[in-house]
């Protein structure tokens, strides 16, 4: 059975399908057995493509993406082994929303992955900027890849 990863931000257009499809590239690319997807905690833009900001952001570094926003479900938590969040407000809402300790226990801040962190966790919303910030975003997102693939390898081991 895979491994299953969600990325949960606020709409689902930007900042987790842009981390969607950044690290199903690097699984893909170590040959694990993973399912990635993403959603947000807020439908605003169920239905919607990723922002053309994300998708040209994606492209530029040699990413895919095909996405249609959707909203998370409190029942999903049952079906995936983690949870990333992309800030700490999302944190609040997933572990509010969480049925359990259990399902608390496997949400996770992206940025928890990338020792540089220091203590920022939050990974900025660029909605409301400019190319600059989705690249930012892209930066920030690469950085914790390595964490979280060492995550999932120990996940993978453990069943």
Not at 55 to 75: N, P
């Amino acid at each position: 059975m895979s491994y299953r990863v969600t990325f949960v931000c606020t709409g689902n257009i930007c900042r987790s399908p842009m981390a969607e499809w950044i690290f199903r590239h690097h699984v893909d690319e170590a040959g694990l057995d993973v399912e990635v997807d993403s959603s947000g905690t807020d439908g605003w833009h169920e239905g919607d493509d990723a922002d053309h900001r994300t998708v040209r952001t994606l492209t530029r570094g040699g990413y895919r993406s095909a996405h249609r926003a959707r909203r998370f479900e409190r029942e999903w938590f049952e079906h995936y082994d983690l949870i990333v969040a992309l800030d700490r407000g999302h944190l609040r809402e997933l572990r509010a929303m969480a049925p359990d300790d259990e399902a608390r226990g496997r949400i996770r801040l992206l940025r928890e992955f990338d020792p540089a962190a220091d203590g920022d966790l939050d990974v900025p919303d660029p909605y409301y900027g400019d190319d600059t910030g989705f690249e930012h975003v892209r930066e920030l997102i690469e950085a914790a890849v390595p964490g979280l693939l060492d995550e999932v390898r120990a996940g993978l081991k453990g069943r």
